[in-house]
């Protein structure tokens, strides 16, 4: 299995940014797929998750109405739209495959119920 990370970087506050997600050797389409980050210092958060079919998606609140998951099944991809962004969304971000089709509404953000993981890609938000 291979994921590659890509579109991260520096942005302005109140700017936009594209992270995407491209999984090789996995059944992508089967399996809801997650953004997690993690700031200096802190723990690592989940943010999102968007399930198999993309017709559900669940968000952090920290992150609720600014940021958008989305994907592509037939490009391996999955994608993450962030808006409006903030000093504190400054934050190395990971993809993640779930062991799983759906986002179940009290585990989506567990990191146990992911089994594939991106290497992380750089967010920098400068204010």
């Known amino acids: 299995v291979e994921v590659v990370e890509s579109g991260g970087g520096s942005v302005q506050a109140g700017g936009s940014l594209t992270l995407s997600c491209t999984i090789y050797?996995?059944?992508?389409?089967?399996?809801?797929m997650g953004w997690f980050r993690q700031a200096p210092g802190k723990e690592r958060e989940a943010i999102s998750c968007?399930?198999?079919?993309?017709?559900?998606?669940v968000y952090a609140d920290s992150v609720r109405g600014r940021f958008t998951t989305s994907r592509d099944n037939a490009e391996n991809t999955f994608y993450l739209q962030m808006n409006s962004v903030k000093a504190e969304d400054t934050a190395i971000y990971y993809c993640?495959?779930?062991?799983?089709?759906?986002?179940?509404?009290?585990?989506?953000?567990?990191?146990?119920?992911?089994?594939?993981w991106g290497q992380g890609i750089q967010v920098t938000v400068s204010s």
């Open positions: 993640a495959a779930n062991r799983y089709p759906r986002c179940y509404d009290d585990e989506w953000f567990a990191s146990s119920q992911y089994a594939t």
């Open positions: 050797g996995l059944k992508f389409k089967d399996l809801a």
């Open positions: 968007l399930n198999y079919g993309a017709f559900y998606s």
